[in-house]
C-alpha cells in the first residue's frame, strides 16, 4: 500500500547526499527514485537532483532540493527510539561526527541541519510513566545531558 503522506524536506543541492547518508545509517531505509530537473530554476540547472524519494526508518520522505531559502530548525526533528546504549551511541556518533552537532536532552543536528531526538526507550518509559516521582528524577537526569546515558538515566529511573 502506497502512503497519502511523504514527509518533504528541503535541501540547498543536498539532498541525495543526505538521502543517502540516512539510508547507510539507520535501518529501514532507502534511497528511491530521483527525479532531475526538467528545466533550469532558481536553485539548479536542468538536469539535476531536483527532487530524491527516500525513506527513513520507514518512513517515505521526499527530498526537495529548493535552495538556500529556507533553513532547517528544530520545530520540526526525527525523534528515533533507541534499545539499549550502543543503539544510542552508534546513531548519535553517526548524526554528530558526519558534520553534525550536539544540542541538549537527547537532541542533535545533522549536518544538514535536520533535528533528530535519539531517545533511549528507557528514556520515554520513564518520564511518560505513571511513577510521577521517577519521571521527575528520569527528567532532572536528562536536563543535565546531550547524548543519553542510559546507565544513569535507569539508575534515576530506581531512585
Not at 510513566?129 to 538515566?153: E, L, P, T, W
Request: charged share 20%; glycine share 10%; hydrophobic share 40%.
Amino acid at each position: 500500500m502506497t502512503s497519502k503522506t511523504t514527509l518533504c524536506l528541503w535541501y540547498d543541492g543536498t539532498a541525495l547526499e543526505a538521502a543517502e547518508f540516512y539510508a547507510r545509517t539507520f535501518p529501514d531505509s532507502a534511497v528511491g527514485a530521483v527525479h532531475r530537473a526538467p528545466g533550469d530554476y532558481p536553485a539548479g540547472k536542468e538536469g539535476d537532483a531536483l527532487m530524491v524519494e527516500f525513506t527513513v526508518m520507514g518512513l517515505p520522505c521526499i527530498g526537495l532540493n529548493g535552495g538556500p531559502g529556507i533553513q532547517h530548525n528544530e520545530a520540526f526533528s526525527f525523534q528515533v527510539v533507541t534499545e539499549d546504549q550502543a543503539e544510542t551511541d552508534r546513531l548519535w556518533n553517526a548524526i554528530v561526527s558526519n558534520g553534525g552537532q550536539e544540542s541538549e536532552c537527547s537532541w542533535c543536528k545533522d549536518k544538514w541541519g535536520v533535528s533528530w531526538q535519539i531517545a533511549p526507550r528507557v528514556l520515554m518509559e520513564a518520564v511518560t510513566g505513571s511513577d510521577r516521582a521517577a519521571a521527575k528524577r528520569v527528567f532532572n537526569a536528562m536536563m543535565q545531558m546531550r547524548k543519553i546515558d542510559v546507565a544513569a538515566i535507569e539508575a534515576a529511573r530506581n531512585g
